[in-house]
């Protein structure tokens, strides 16, 4: 994913995207995630957890 790549993005963008993947990780038997895709929700919740408050799906309004 270039997207964790790229250096550039503002902290709160990341933190919605890690959001976001952390919610479509919950639903892993619908979706398939490459090992390589796993281990970028890794990296990005360990990032974004020491400086937010816990990331949960409730924070999700769409």
Partial sequence: ???FNQ????????KE???W????K????KYEFELEWVSQI???T???????EPLSPK????
């Fill in 17 to 19: 995207f890690c959001i």
């Fill in 21 to 24: 993947i952390l919610v479509k």
């Fill in 7 to 14: 250096g550039g993005y503002e902290q709160r963008k990341n």
């Fill in 26 to 29: 919950n639903f892993k038997r």
């Fill in 42 to 44: 890794v990296k990005c």
């Fill in 1 to 3: 994913m270039t997207l």
């Fill in 59 to 62: 924070k999700i309004t769409n």
């Fill in 46 to 52: 360990l990032v974004h957890s020491q400086n937010t």
